[in-house]
């Protein structure tokens, strides 16, 4: 079955750097998008950036510049590389992939504080 297993988070100085991975298994990976989506204490989840299957890559305006999608197919991975972090990007972040189902990961939760 599909699984997806986010990493990395943790608690970190604005101003600061983290990076995020995600282990999928249980579908091909190296033929479907990958999303990392957030979620703020009482907000609704939100997109964030996409990589496609053929390496181009979008997302939302907040984090252009600041925030970086790659992805591993030899390692089934997808990484989230978040500089110059700001406390408006304390979340939740969570790994997406849509096959014929959306399918998610638990989450790591990221801090920015000081």
């Known amino acids: 079955q599909v699984q997806l297993v986010e990493s990395g988070g943790g608690l970190v100085q604005p101003g600061g750097s983290l990076r995020l991975s995600c282990a999928a298994s249980g579908f091909p990976f190296s033929t479907y998008d990958m999303k990392w989506y957030r979620q703020a204490p009482g907000k609704e989840r939100e997109f964030v950036a996409i990589?496609?299957?053929?390496?181009?890559?979008a997302y939302i305006d907040y984090v252009k510049g600041r925030f970086t999608i790659s992805r591993d197919n030899a390692r089934n991975t997808v990484y989230l590389q978040m500089n110059s972090l700001l406390p408006e990007d304390t979340a939740v972040y969570y790994c997406?992939?849509?096959?014929?189902?959306?399918?998610w990961g638990r989450g790591t939760q990221v801090t920015v504080s000081s």
């Open positions: 990589i496609s299957s053929g390496y181009s890559t």
């Open positions: 997406n992939v849509r096959t014929f189902l959306d399918y």
